[in-house]
């Protein structure tokens, strides 16, 4: 596998852990936060493992379309979980945006999407 590919998945795991440590001491903004980003990190890395040039972009939706046109079983992934539910986090968890806070619920549901991404991958 090439080294590039390698660090991404690398990143994509280590986001993903430190989602959970979140989750674990109640931070669920930065849980939701991590789980965007290590969903994005795992998508990027997929692509990158087919020669794509690296896609600037935070939408997850868009980025699991382009991984579905280079393989088609992404399609099942994509019916099997709303990867968009992920999508807000990467900017509502940065910035005062919202009236409510993030819930228990929401970071645990984030995880276990960049879980089934991460598997999937």
Known sequence: MKEDVIKWIN????????????????????????????????????????????????DLEFLANECSKLDESFSELLDKINIS???????ETRYPLRETSFSFEEAKEAIEIAEKVKEFV
Do not use: M, Q
Not at 85 to 91: A, H, K, T, W
């Open 11 to 58: 990143l994509a795991k280590e986001d993903l852990e430190v989602a959970k440590k979140n989750l674990k001491e109640g931070y669920y903004r930065h849980a939701c936060f991590w789980a965007h980003s290590s969903a994005e990190k795992f998508l990027k890395a997929f692509l990158l493992s087919k020669n794509k040039e690296l896609i600037k972009t935070h």
């Open 85 to 91: 539910y992920l999508n807000p986090y990467s900017i």
